[in-house]
């Protein structure tokens, strides 16, 4: 089992790597085309999730009756998260070298909104699938969205630039 989900985790990381090839060089294309290369990766992206998600949680038919409408529900919630997250990458990647303190501290202030959303939003659906089923799927659930999480996560933190701080703005 460990070097089938090791197999997933690496073709996910993959995957990941190529939906930062793909929104790396937006800041050069037009608004349309950055929409439209983030739906292009979205779709991929959510795909292969899901597909690392069936193999991880091996569930019964039962199981799988209550818990994939309720992921299709928490994944829908995070992508909306996920959405302004983006949003904010795209602004910070438009003031990006000469980013004014104003600016910095507005960044900040949403950014860190986001992640008490992201946690908010975790906890509750995390919850519901507590609910629906076993124990020790619940967490393996909550692993495996972690280990995907954390790679979106790096994936997009090594795209975008540390903020410059020798301005004086």
Known sequence: MKTKINVITNTWLGIVSVLGVLIAPMEHVSAQSDQHLIEVARSVVT?????????????TDAESKNFWPLYHEYRSAMEKINDELIDLAMLYAQLYPDIPQSQAKQLLKTYTTLQEKHVVQRTSYLKRFGKVL????????????????LLDQLNLASKIPLTPIDQAK
């Open 134 to 149: 076993p124990a020790a799927k619940a967490l393996r659930f909550a692993q495996v969205e972690t280990r995907l999480d």
């Open 47 to 59: 795909a292969d999730r899901e597909t690392v998600v069936v193999a991880a949680m091996e569930l």
